[in-house]
T-cell receptor, first 110, second 114 residues
């Protein structure tokens, strides 16, 4: 079972920041948080991952709370092409398994 | 690199027929994953390999499903006999190294069993 909880859907205006929350209250100390997205009819795509510290790359920023029980993925300037399902995943400890939940369907509108 | 390659992209078959899905991982990647995606169950991990050896097949639904990886550049997922409930999109993904954070997914095979 997925160890994360996400809202089923969100809207965001084009050009604005999209903030996607994720709850992972049962996360263990050495488990990483991953974010993937799936654009319609395509395979999932890796976005970012983190353990404790905030992370940023060319696609997004990841903010992890100090107690690590939740995180937020931030798309700083959403575009129409960011419309997708976003998955927050906690990797199963000591394995390479990613258990995908139901994700958040982000709709970016003009 | 061309990325993960899957074939066929679409497959329509009749119930009871054998179906074989194929995957070519990214060169140099030593992990290969097979997933299935349906509206009802979402994206499920079926099985994964490391260095051509199956590591975890706990997600394989039943004995009708089998997966092989005869070499580092090729894997198959076979369903025999197929049933309508096997209709789904099947994704193959590969990654590099131990606990690699990024899995690269192929475009998927859309299977329809009538």
């Amino acid at each position: 079972d997925a160890k994360t909880t996400q809202p089923p859907s969100m809207d965001c205006a084009e050009g604005r920041a999209a903030n996607l929350p994720c709850n992972h209250s049962t996360i263990s100390g050495n488990e990483y948080v991953y974010w993937y997205r799936q654009i319609h009819s395509q395979g999932p795509q890796y976005i970012i991952h983190g353990l404790k510290n905030n992370e940023t790359n060319e696609m997004a920023s990841l903010i992890i709370t100090e107690d690590r029980k939740s995180s937020t993925l931030i798309l700083p300037h959403a575009t129409l092409r960011d419309t997708a399902v976003y998955y927050c995943i906690v990797r199963v400890r000591n394995t390479d398994k990613l258990i995908f939940g139901t994700g958040t369907r982000l709709q970016v509108f003009p | 690199d061309a990325g993960v390659i899957q074939s066929p992209r679409h497959e329509v078959t009749e119930m009871g027929q054998e179906v074989t899905l194929r995957c070519k991982p990214i060169s140099g990647h030593d992990y290969l994953f097979w997933y299935r995606q349906t509206m009802m169950r979402g994206l499920e991990l079926l099985i994964y390999f490391n260095n051509n050896v199956p590591i975890d097949d706990s997600g394989m639904p039943e004995d009708r499903f089998s997966a092989k990886m005869p070499n580092a550049s090729f894997s198959t997922l076979k369903i025999q006999p197929s049933e309508p409930r096997d209709s789904a999109v099947y994704f193959c993904a590969s990654s590099q190294g131990v606990f690699s954070y990024e899995q690269y997914f192929g475009p998927g095979t859309r299977l329809t069993v009538t």
